[in-house]
């Protein structure tokens, strides 16, 4: 059984600061990851996908992908107060049935 | 409208009702999901639809069966729920099912079995 895990938190970070979220997945074959932030009584909204190891920024947000460890992270630079959400973490079960392994996602608080 | 719509957003039911959940995409993707997400549980896959074929049905309930007429609709029909089931039902539609395909999620239906 493919597993995704994250830590629940809540991470905590004060407003301006790198906050670090972290996801480690069991299958060594995985290619490709989704990041998802979600609002409290929101929907999931997509906010990275990374598929090479090494760094991909956008903006605020690099995802960093080390294939050998099996872990991937996401940081938050500068943070605000409006990132703060549960972070959560996909990756694909396998080719071409669109089926993704979410883990149960990491709290953020951003304080003020 | 925009994205992917779902309605009704809230829905209350009673264990020997039926009811139905409706979603439509209008970003002219190919495959339609349905997800459960339970409190302090994983998001999971209930069932993935490619160009109106059933592409992964994740061990579901049979009380719970799924439509899809075109590649915009996507309907999860409910009958003889448990209050287990009571959650968050969220549709998403992407491109395609390739890996790497981004999938992207509707506001979902707060469900609530009493």
């Known amino acids: 059984q493919k597993e995704v895990e994250q830590n629940s938190g809540p991470l905590s970070v004060p407003e301006g600061a790198i906050a670090s979220l972290n996801c480690t997945y069991s299958?060594?074959?995985?290619?490709?990851f989704f990041w998802y932030r979600q609002y409290s009584g929101k929907s999931p909204e997509l906010i990275m996908f990374?598929?090479?190891?090494g760094d991909k920024e956008d903006g605020r947000f690099t995802a960093q992908l080390n294939k050998a460890s099996q872990y991937v992270s996401l940081l938050i630079r500068d943070s605000q107060p409006s990132d703060s959400a549960t972070y959560l973490c996909?990756?694909?079960?396998?080719?071409?049935?669109?089926?993704?392994?979410f883990g149960q996602g990491t709290t953020l608080q951003v304080k003020p | 409208e925009t994205g992917v719509t779902q309605t009704p957003r809230h829905l209350v039911m009673g264990m020997t009702n039926k009811k139905s959940l409706k979603c439509e995409q209008h970003?002219?993707?190919?495959?339609m999901y349905w997800y459960k997400q339970s409190a302090k549980k994983p998001l999971e896959l209930m069932f993935v639809y490619s160009l109106e074929e059933r592409v992964e049905n994740n061990s579901v309930p049979s009380r719970f069966s799924p439509e899809c007429p075109n590649s915009s609709h996507l309907f999860l029909h409910l009958h003889t729920l448990q209050p287990e089931d009571s959650a968050l039902y969220l549709c998403a539609s992407s491109r395609t099912t390739q890996v790497g395909s981004e999938q992207y999620f509707g506001p979902g239906t707060r469900l609530t079995v009493t």
């Open positions: 996909a990756v694909p079960f396998s080719s071409n049935t669109g089926k993704l392994i």
């Open positions: 970003l002219g993707h190919n495959a």
């Open positions: 990374i598929y090479s190891n």
């Open positions: 299958d060594r074959g995985s290619q490709s």
